[in-house]
């Protein structure tokens, strides 16, 4: 158990509707990455926010946003959804910000868009 | 943009041998992850290294900062070490950011 959760762990629904992805890091943790990895991608890197800031931001659709909140939960929100953005979401957090600190997966949310 | 590429891709090994998957990039960097993707899903945290080498019960991971290549090994390998073994870096610029760039993973499978 990394410590790093994720909800939900399924979540199926159908082109054009919107979700809400919700990522709690480790305790103490300030900085919250998103990832998608889909079968024919690999793992991407989404958005990185540091307490409670975005610092860095990657291969991120228009259609996708996110936020840090105060507690440091962060949420991931993907609309008018694509067959295509059917993949698994992971959240990472790590205690710092930097390339030089490990980095937490969560479990993973797996999305179907049907 | 750094590329960070792996191989072999899909490696098949019999209980017992010693394993290396092997990981080089494009562009230098000062770190590099190697991650664990089990066949549920579940990505673990195996090493961050940034230099020389690190060892953690039967996994190695050494790094070559100046030849760009890491490589990842396994001692004694065992049949619950069948997952998907990744290596990221961090972009060229991030070093204040932690984002990283992924291989497409090596699948390794070991046989009893």
């Known amino acids: 158990d990394s410590g790093v959760t994720q909800t939900p762990k399924h979540l199926i629904t159908a082109t054009g509707q919107r979700v809400t992805l919700r990522c709690s890091p480790r305790?103490?943790?300030?900085?919250v990455y998103w990832y998608q990895q889909s079968l024919d991608q690999g793992l991407q890197f989404l958005i990185q926010y540091y307490n409670g800031e975005e610092r860095a931001k990657g291969n991120i659709l228009e259609r996708f946003s996110a936020q840090q909140f105060p507690d440091l939960h962060s949420e991931l929100n993907l609309s008018s959804l694509e067959l295509g953005d059917s993949a698994l979401y992971f959240c990472?957090?790590?205690?710092?910000?930097?390339?030089?600190?490990?980095?937490?997966f969560g479990p993973g949310t797996r999305l179907t868009v049907l | 943009k750094n590329e960070v590429e792996q191989s072999p891709q899909n490696l098949t090994a019999q209980e017992g041998e010693f394993i290396t998957i092997n990981c080089s990039y494009s562009?230098?960097?000062?770190?590099l992850h190697w991650l664990q993707q089990h066949p549920g899903g579940g990505i673990v945290s195996l090493f961050m290294?940034?230099?020389g080498k690190k060892k953690h019960g039967r996994l190695i991971a050494t790094i070559n900062i100046q030849e760009k290549h890491s490589s990842l090994h396994i001692t004694a390998s065992h049949p619950r070490d069948s997952a998907v073994y990744i290596c990221?870096?961090?972009?060229?610029?991030?070093?204040?950011?932690?984002?990283?760039?992924f291989g497409k993973g090596t699948k390794l499978s070991v046989k009893p």
């Open positions: 290294l940034s230099s």
């Open positions: 305790s103490g943790d300030l900085s």
């Open positions: 990221a870096a961090p972009p060229p610029y991030g070093g204040s950011q932690g984002n990283l760039i």
């Open positions: 562009v230098g960097i000062s770190a």
């Open positions: 990472a957090s790590s205690a710092a910000g930097d390339s030089y600190n490990e980095q937490f």
